[in-house]
């Protein structure tokens, strides 16, 4: 038996003990391994995602020891880390999340192992014009953290004081309820694993 025979036989030996630890101990075992990767990593219709390793520089090397270990340090990856879009228009946004369920499509479960969701300028997020981030994140059925960092105006109406065209025009935050209705969140909070929602807003200098 030649050296690279002898370490491509070790290595399979070591790959089938591994697996044959409990579910459980291996995920501790992924988290261990993941400590130094990426906390976020934002997802852009600008940037291309390749099946096999997601983002440049984004997956930790546990996944590419085998198509096994691939399949599962993947889903735990997705579970450490907040997916964050950043595009600036809903079409981008669009794009940017077809790219995205490309590479999930490869793995079980994988919308489901989605904990943090960031979107930034959004204007309404379950409107038609922002359906798209508003359908993703509906999917994810494990999410447990969202932010939406939204434009102040967004958030806000004019009121017009004193009843009248001379009157003075102010201006108040939505309410709760207003947000609700006019952000169409009501999918979003049938969510049973959510734990927070975060509006962000962005204030013009």
Partial sequence: MTHNQHTHSHHCQGSQSFMRLPPELRDMVYGFVMAGSPSHVSISSHIPISNLVFLKNTLPGVCFANKVLHGEAVLIFLRCTRLVFADAYPLNVAVAIQSLEVFLAQFGNSC???????????????????????????????LQHLVVVSGLIYLTQLVLNGGDMEGDLTVRLLSKAEILAR???????????????????????
């Fill in 183 to 205: 952000w169409g969140l009501d999918d979003l909070f049938a969510l049973t694993k959510l734990e927070s929602v975060k509006f962000h807003c962005t204030v013009p200098r």
């Fill in 112 to 142: 489901e192992s989605i904990r943090m969701l960031t979107f930034y300028e959004m204007r309404r997020f379950g409107s038609p014009d922002e359906i798209y981030a508003a359908n993703f994140a509906s999917r994810c059925l494990g």
